[in-house]
């Protein structure tokens, strides 16, 4: 009997522990995704993956990509980004790191609609979770992912993002 507590105990400590993570890490994706809607690159940075940032040039130069290509799009139409982070996937063990996929929904406003679409964000921990970097994994490449992550787990497969889909405002 007692050892059959124990296992329960268990258990539900594996079970909590890991309900625990998953809300942690969902609360910073969600920092990182608003951030990113809200074209606010220093934030943006700050939850970036630093190997990332680091082949982007350094944090200026990934800065001053991101505020250019906001411009880009604001320049073709877009009003406004939103969109939101679903719930994560499993979390898988590559080499010392802990990493976690986040699938999204981008929704890009209009004069007369939005584009929907949907792609997938990457956490990455390595402390054991206790602290998460993010990196969007839609449209990377399998080289530069490897080349950014050499021990990604093969397990962890990361589904091609969806292109945009137009809908129209009927108020339009």
């Not at 007692?2 to 522990?17: H, K, P, V, Y």
């Not at 969600?30 to 944090?59: C, E, H, M, Q, W």
């Not at 996937?89 to 802990?98: E, I, R, S, T, V």
């Not at 970097?133 to 993002?161: C, Q, S, W, Y």
């Amino acid at each position: 009997m007692m050892r059959l507590s124990c296992l329960c105990a268990i258990f539900f400590f594996t079970i909590t522990a890991y309900a625990q993570d998953t809300t942690m890490v969902k609360r910073l994706v969600n920092k990182f995704a608003k951030a990113t809607f809200n074209g606010d690159a220093k934030t943006v940075l700050d939850f970036s993956y630093p190997g990332l940032i680091k082949l982007s040039g350094g944090r200026e130069a990934m800065e001053k990509m991101i505020t250019e290509r906001i411009a880009e799009l604001k320049g073709r139409g877009v009003m406004k980004f939103e969109g939101w982070v679903n719930t994560p996937g499993p979390f898988y063990n590559a080499g010392d790191q802990l990493h976690v996929l986040f699938p999204e929904t981008v929704v890009m406003k209009m004069i007369n609609g939005r584009y929907i679409s949907h792609s997938h964000l990457l956490g990455i921990s390595e402390d054991k979770g206790k602290s998460w970097t993010f990196m969007d994994v839609g449209n990377m490449p399998e080289n530069v992912l490897k080349r950014l992550l050499p021990n990604f787990n093969p397990d962890l497969h990361i589904p091609a993002p969806t292109q945009p889909t137009f809908f129209s405002d009927p108020t339009q």
